[in-house]
């Protein structure tokens, strides 16, 4: 084998390095350098900024692949097409290195995925997770704002996705709980509250759920009502609502003849078109007044299940103005206690034809306390949660 004079050889390498100069250094339009075709794509989507992802990404043999797939660190800033970066550096300029994958936001071909209270839209910038909704901080257990709506939950551990928590923590003793109207006395949005009589419907300590405050209201004949306005298009509702009642429903006596708890208005102003959950009869039941049809079935009345006096028990009901019949739903503690699901579950017989008896009634939600057996009682509700999509629980 014959080997060249050292001579030839350094005028072969001072010419190789006058051609790279030549060439000049690489550019933000990564073209073609000495890290070959690894930084021959930089120019395009990769990275959070286009341009100056894939611009270095050919700068040297070793680093091209490195900093040539810089995504966006942070998520979703690079939506789309964004996060391709693959390409940028396969050539002999090294691998992609850690730059290729996103950052701790997710994909950013899908801008991220939501964190674990954002909302369904609170993802779409990626990250660590969007906002929840107007009402708390995100997170599956975040405490809602005054009428707010939480990610994932709300205040008392919603379970399903909720539109309005409150806790009445913000209200004052002795005053109305803020952003409701009420029916007190059977005045709309009565400014006299307590009224003359001591019917009321306010804000106290004497028996909480969870912190200092909880609705309180007293009442007998004369109803004593909270009542939240219901988004437009409503016709399937889930309450939770913890109660303490200073009377029993359920097994009640022979005298009883019907109480309201909890229920649904289509006028707000009056008593004339309600759903009412209590109890009917001395038994756990329902009442739809513009009918006047009761449920249970005469069978059942004055006796069990019951709603414990003087203690806190979890309330939820299920307002289902979808289903082919409209159904009922009432649980205590998590126990179904009460349900309407036909025509025959009803004593009266003048809603057995009448499949959508809810029509037109989902106007406002309404919780407190009336007795058309005259009972005086006092009732203190706390940790109220509302949802369209789904039982929230009692956790």
């Not at 290729?100 to 993802?123: E, F, I, K, R």
């Not at 551990?157 to 309005?164: I, K, V």
């Not at 009565?190 to 007293?218: C, E, L, Q």
Request: proline content about 4%.
């Amino acid at each position: 084998m014959t080997y060249a004079p050292l001579s030839r050889l350094a005028i072969g390498l001072s010419t190789v390095s006058l051609l790279a100069l030549s060439l000049g250094s690489p550019g933000c339009s990564g073209g073609s350098s000495s890290g070959g075709t690894g930084g021959s794509t930089g120019t395009g989507t990769g990275g959070s900024s286009t341009g100056t992802g894939g611009g270095t990404g050919g700068s040297s043999t070793g680093t091209g692949g490195g900093t040539g797939g810089s995504v966006s660190g942070t998520g979703g800033s690079g939506p789309g097409s964004g996060g391709s970066v693959g390409t940028g550096g396969t050539g002999t300029g090294g691998s992609v290195s850690s730059g290729g994958t996103t950052g701790t936001g997710g994909n950013v071909s899908t801008g991220g995925t939501t964190g674990t209270g954002g909302t369904g839209t609170g993802g779409a910038t990626g990250g660590t997770g969007g906002s929840g909704g107007k009402g708390g901080s995100t997170g599956t257990g975040g405490s809602a704002g005054k009428g707010g709506s939480p990610g994932t939950g709300g205040s008392g551990g919603a379970g399903a996705t909720t539109f309005f928590t409150d806790d009445f923590e913000s209200d004052t003793a002795g005053k109305q709980p803020a952003g409701f109207d009420n029916l007190l006395a059977y005045i709309f949005n009565n400014t006299s509250n307590p009224a003359g009589d001591g019917t009321a419907a306010v804000a106290d300590g004497t028996h909480v759920h969870g912190g200092k405050m909880a609705a309180h209201f007293h009442g007998a004949a004369n109803p004593a009502f909270l009542q939240l306005k219901l988004p437009s298009g409503t016709n399937h509702l889930f309450a939770r609502v913890w109660v303490y009642s200073s009377v029993q429903m359920g097994n009640g006596p022979s005298s009883d003849n019907h109480e309201t708890l909890l229920g649904i208005t289509g006028d707000p102003t009056g008593v004339g078109n309600q759903v009412r959950f209590g109890m009917i009869k001395g038994a756990i039941g329902t009442n739809q007044s513009a009918t006047d049809d009761i449920s249970p079935l005469m069978a059942k009345w004055y006796m069990p299940p019951v709603i414990t006096a003087n203690a806190w028990l979890c309330i939820e009901l299920e307002f289902d103005g979808t289903a082919a019949y409209n159904a009922l739903n009432a649980y205590s503690d998590g126990t179904l206690v009460h349900s309407i699901s036909a025509g025959t579950d009803w004593q009266n017989g003048n809603l057995k034809s009448v499949p959508n008896w809810m029509n037109g009634i989902f106007t406002d939600f309404m919780f407190g306390y009336q007795s058309f057996s005259s009972t005086t009682a006092d009732v203190w509700m706390d940790d109220l949660a509302l949802s369209k999509v789904g039982r929230i629980g009692c956790n």
